[in-house]
């Protein structure tokens, strides 16, 4: 029995929500994160290269990320706070291209997403502060940095975003082509 249970998300595949087991005791509780023979006996055979990190305020949108180049495969959980993390499938080849595919992940729940590469990736805030931490299989390269609108009018990702309010996004993320413009991986 491995120390990690993985499903598939929906249709999509590559994609995949995953739980690691935590050993609590009374000084608290203990878990892996990523054991590489692990994901490896699961079918996730991937090398990460880069860890991110990075916080939010509640109501921040981080998204739609991708790179054209050196794309990028992520690990992503949250260790403090609650996002909504959602996917978009913009591998050409795919048979759920232009899905999107969204879940909840938390620091109490401690669950994790494995995004394949040929994604855009983004999330939104749904706790006062959220610190987000990512292991990318490729390295950052802003001259291959490309996006998709949040609220792209054909893909119709449903954000939990309440009546009323705006979300926070940084400049860049308000200049991304929508869907239909986009360059495909
Ligand atoms: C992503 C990234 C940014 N940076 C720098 C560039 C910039 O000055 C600053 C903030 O960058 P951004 O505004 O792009 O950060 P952010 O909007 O958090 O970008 C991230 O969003 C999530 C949803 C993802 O999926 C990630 O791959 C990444 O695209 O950090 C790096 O040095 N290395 C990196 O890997």
Redesign the pocket.
């Known amino acids: 029995m491995g120390k990690f249970q993985i499903e598939q998300c929906g249709q999509i595949e590559g994609l995949y929500l995953i739980q690691p087991t935590v050993f609590g005791d009374n000084r608290g509780y203990f878990m892996e994160t990523y054991n590489y023979n692990e994901f490896k006996e699961l079918g996730l055979d991937m090398v990460f290269v ?1 860890d ?1 990190q ?1 916080k939010s305020t509640k109501g921040v949108l ?4 991708y790179q054209k180049e050196h794309t ?1 495969g ?1 690990l ?1 959980r949250v260790i403090s706070g609650k996002v909504y993390d959602v996917v978009v499938d913009i591998r050409k080849d795919s048979k759920t291209y232009g899905q999107w595919y969204g879940a909840t992940l938390s620091a109490e729940e401690k669950n994790m997403m494995y995004v394949p590469e040929g994604f855009a ?3 939104y805030v749904l706790s006062d502060t959220a610190e987000f931490l ?1 292991k ?1 299989t490729d ?2 390269d ?1 001259s291959s ?1 490309a996006g998709i609108m949040w609220n792209d009018p054909t893909i119709r990702i449903d954000w939990p975003i309440p009546e009323g309010e705006t979300p926070i996004i ?1 400049e ?2 308000t200049k991304h082509p929508n869907f239909s413009s986009a360059i495909y991986l």
């Open positions: 880069q991110n990075s981080r998204g739609m990320h990028q992520k992503v990736h983004g999330f990512y990318c390295f950052y802003p940095e940084s860049k993320d």
